[in-house]
């Protein structure tokens, strides 16, 4: 087994819940959010339960080196090295919000300890409300300190189920930069169980996409996403997300250049220093295509690109492209009235024409 | 005007004990029906019940015949070198362990529901073990549930009467608690002792009550989250 393999997190589950069955078998990459995503009753969260052995399913799951699951064994929950967020916060009502955190934290030994309490608190901004119980908190705060209270484990893998679902809408805004800073800041792998397709596009780095307790696809976000025999490259915001750099700023009209694996495009100014990281979202239906590079136009983001692959949306007026501006993918709609007269086929160069870009915030 | 204040201090022993003992007992067996999901729990369940609707005389009557000489119990205690438990303290406090057993059962499997199974996930999640769990998380979760059993517990078996006839007699000292003080002093006409006793274990009871609901009141308040 090489170095890589043994970093990664191997799950392979057979459960059934009444009607329900879920029948995995996922090689997840040991580092990252990877997002499990799908509709309710896909078996997303039953999934991550059989990975923190809440739910006793058949299989085996490893975890890097440490073996959790097999024909043989089953590690009991609390003797794994994992952290869970629920979908409610779920904090001890007999605790305040400083024991909640220090709950995790005083089980773990001394010497394992990779993450301190301050670290946590000043991660999660809750040093404010460390001496009051759950009942005094918002929900956006109770999530906080819950996410808190999972990393003072110092865990090996941090489990999300849903962690904003329950919140409203301020308080997932509230959150959001937080989990954002930790999964630049966390070097453990992430699984993010979510039916949100913004916090993906917000965190993930891989998409396991669910159905019926199946997986349909798992592998790197832009390429799961532009892939073309998927239900989600139907929706109406069908797009991809790339991860990018700014490199250069152009203070007189107020954009920066922001790079990924293969080329660059212009957006707004953020407001974010150069050599930032950021997430860029490109709509199918904001890409047009054209044979020549076009001028005279007010599009400032012309690339060339090459066709690869072309399938079925879902108005039969309307085609779905898949092309690739270096390395990194991209999905294009178009009529496939357009697509005849331009001849696109697999392999053809063509110009990809981005008429907006925005950058995830 | 003299009170006979041994019976009042046997019959605070005997409800101390047991409740004490029925925590003990009573706890890991409420646990167990709470969140056993075996077949035959509700038939657990029923025995638990059955003094609450059964007649105190007939758990006197065959706790009597199981515990005396001829039964497999007093068998036991006699070739043990025990002796007899019949018409001593521990026969008494063995029948009032059995008598009381659902007021602090129920109570406390009500509680341990309540917890439901969230807490114990995520304790378990934060490395906690189940006895750890246990300690640090359900029993302080189910503080109100553990005030109740231990209340109604003690106040049911300073009421018994009925298994107390039965299987401790009217002994001072040893068996005459105060419901068989009370009703001696009734069949005597003596009934200004009668009216002492009687009246104090109303304000006892009423006393008890009203601490239970308003500590459980306000602890269920301070628990909602």
């Known amino acids: 087994m ?22 995995l078998d996922l090689q997840l990459p040991g580092r990252g959010v ?3 995503f799908g509709h309710s009753g896909s078996g997303k969260t039953t999934a991550l339960r059989c990975i923190a052995g809440l739910h006793r399913a058949e299989g085996h799951i490893r975890i890097g ?15 794994r090295a994992l952290a869970y967020v629920f979908q409610e916060a779920s904090l001890f009502a007999h605790m305040t919000a400083q024991q909640n955190i220090e709950y995790g934290y005083r089980r773990i030994p001394a010497a394992e300890r990779k993450i301190e309490i301050d670290q946590a608190v000043d ?45 409203d809408h301020n308080s997932k805004r509230e959150i959001m930069p937080y989990l954002e800073e930790l999964h630049d800041a966390l070097d453990i792998p992430v699984l993010y169980v979510t039916h949100s397709p913004d916090e993906v596009a917000h965190l993930a780095d891989q ?24 239900p989600i490259r139907t929706e109406e915001d069908a797009g991809v997300v790339l991860d990018s750099i700014i490199t250069e700023r152009i203070e007189q009209w107020h954009l920066v250049r922001c790079e990924f694996t293969g080329g660059s495009m212009l957006a707004r100014d953020p407001g974010l220093p150069i050599g930032h990281r950021i997430r860029l979202r490109v709509l199918a239906r904001d890409i047009s295509l054209a044979l020549e590079p076009v001028t005279g136009t007010s599009i400032q983001n012309i690339m060339p690109a090459t066709i690869e692959e072309l399938g079925e949306d879902k108005h039969p007026a309307l085609m779905l492209v898949r092309i690739r501006i270096g390395t990194s993918p991209l999905l294009v709609r178009l009529t496939r009235l357009s697509a005849n007269s331009l001849q696109l086929e697999p392999g053809k160069t063509v110009w990809a024409q981005v008429k907006s870009v925005a950058i995830i915030e | 005007m003299s009170v006979d204040w041994q019976p009042v201090f046997l019959t605070i022993k005997l409800a101390g004990l047991t409740t004490l003992l029925l925590l003990i007992l009573g706890t890991p067996l409420a646990w167990w029906l709470a969140r056993s999901k075996a077949w035959y729990k509700q038939a657990v369940a029923s025995v638990v019940a059955l003094p609450l ?10 706790l009597l015949l199981l515990l005396g000489p001829n039964g497999p119990v007093g068998q036991l205690t006699e070739s043990l070198g025990l002796g007899l438990l019949p018409f001593t303290f521990g026969g008494l406090l063995v029948a009032s362990v059995f008598y009381s057993m659902p007021f602090v059962v129920q109570p406390l499997q009500n509680a341990f529901e309540a917890v439901g199974q969230r807490p114990l996930e995520v304790a378990a999640t934060l490395r906690a073990s189940p006895l750890d769990t246990f300690f640090s998380v359900v029993v302080p979760l189910a503080r109100p549930g553990f005030l109740t059993a231990a209340v109604l517990g003690f106040a049911h078996t300073v009421g018994e009467f009925g298994v107390v006839l039965m299987i401790g007699g009217n002994i001072p000292g040893e068996t005459r608690v105060l419901s068989v003080a009370i009703y001696d002093h009734v069949e005597t006409l003596d009934y200004t002792q009668a009216h002492i006793l009687s009246a104090g274990l109303i304000g006892f009871a009423f006393l008890v009550l009203l601490t239970l609901y308003y500590a459980n009141g306000r602890l269920n308040r301070s628990n909602t989250l």
Request: aromatic share 6%; net charge negative.
């Open chain 1, 2 to 23: 090489n170095r890589h393999a043994a970093d990664g997190i191997h799950v392979s589950v057979r459960t059934s819940l009444g009607q329900f069955k879920l029948d």
């Open chain 1, 34 to 36: 990877t997002a499990f």
């Open chain 1, 65 to 79: 080196e440490q073996v959790w699951q097999d024909a043989d064994h089953f590690v009991p929950v609390h003797q």
């Open chain 1, 123 to 167: 991660w999660l901004g809750i040093g404010q409300m460390l001496s009051r119980t759950p009942d005094k908190l918002s929900g956006g705060e109770r999530q906080r300190v819950a996410i808190a209270r999972a990393l003072l484990t110092s865990p090996r893998i941090l489990l999300m189920d849903e962690p904003l679902s329950a919140l």
């Open chain 1, 207 to 230: 998409l396991v996409l669910m159905e019926d307790g199946r997986v349909l696809a798992n592998g790197p976000l832009a390429e799961t996403m532009t892939r073309l025999d998927l």
């Open chain 2, 53 to 62: 609707v059964l007649p105190p005389t007939v758990i006197g009557f065959y």
